[in-house]
T-cell receptor, first 109, second 111 residues
Framework: GIQVEQSPPDLILQEGANSTLRCNFSDSVNNLQWFHQNPWGQLINLFYIPSGTKQNGRLSATTVATERYSLLYISSSQTTDSGVYFCAVELQAGTALIFGKGTTLSVSS | SQTIHQWPATLVQPVGSPLSLECTVEGTSNPNLYWYRQAAGRGLQLLFYSVGIGQISSEVPQNLSASRPQDRQFILSSKKLLLSDSGFYLC??????????FGEGSWLTVV
């Protein structure tokens, strides 16, 4: 099956710092999404981004489908950004998302 | 607007006991429904997904089963729980578009 690898596995930042999270996948995908899981376990969809670049406030994401990777950028990080960030991909429309193991982000004030 | 409800939120069950987790979606019809499991400190593992009533795809062989008795109801079951079944279980849905939405999850501890 498809492999989804995220790096780094853990990231510790001071408030205000910028960071880049990476997601590599082993096959062509129909769908790629980024999620944030807060400390209470709730998963929130950040971006649907099978290709191209999107921005939402301090967050932005870029997917280069031909090279099979996606990047999530967090600028001016805040303590509320802490949690686990997941990348998930779908091989064919209408199937299911396969998740990477996540990047655990800790932002301290 | 669409909402997803999942219960119970937390449960502690002895080894060998049965399990039933329920998920319902409101405000949409014929959604794709999913069950994921997250073990402590790990990513999300897809367990089952369903594209319609009575249609269940299983991704991982295990002692769990899923059923979809109604269009917007998805149930995860086990006849006899194992210690390794402990984890955080998440139900999710998707309809039009590609965004998937998750419920609040159920924390299961098997003792």
């Amino acid at each position: 099956g498809i492999q989804v690898e995220q790096s780094p596995p853990d990231l510790i930042l001071q408030e205000g710092a910028n960071s880049t999270l990476r997601c590599n996948f082993s096959d062509s995908v129909n769908n790629l999404q980024w999620f944030h899981q807060n400390p209470w376990g709730q998963l929130i969809n950040l971006f649907y981004i099978p290709s191209g670049t999107k921005q939402n406030g301090r967050l932005s994401a870029t997917t280069v489908a031909t090279e099979r990777y996606s990047l999530l950028y967090i600028s001016s990080s805040q303590t509320t950004d802490s949690g686990v960030y997941f990348c998930a991909v779908e091989l064919q429309a209408g199937t299911a998302l396969i998740f990477g193991k996540g990047t655990t982000l800790s932002v301290s004030s | 607007s669409q909402t997803i409800h999942q219960w119970p939120a937390t449960l502690v069950q002895p080894v060998g006991s049965p399990l039933s987790l329920e998920c319902t979606v409101e405000g949409t019809s014929n959604p794709n429904l999913y069950w994921y499991r997250q073990a402590a400190g790990r990513g999300l593992q897809l367990l089952f997904y369903s594209v319609g009533i009575g249609q269940i795809s299983s991704e991982v062989p295990q002692n769990l089963s899923a059923s979809r008795p109604q269009d917007r109801q998805f149930i995860l079951s086990s006849k006899k729980l194992l210690l390794s079944d402990s984890g955080f279980y998440l139900c999710a849905w998707r309809f039009s578009g590609n965004t998937i939405y998750f419920g609040e999850g159920s924390w299961l501890t098997v003792v």
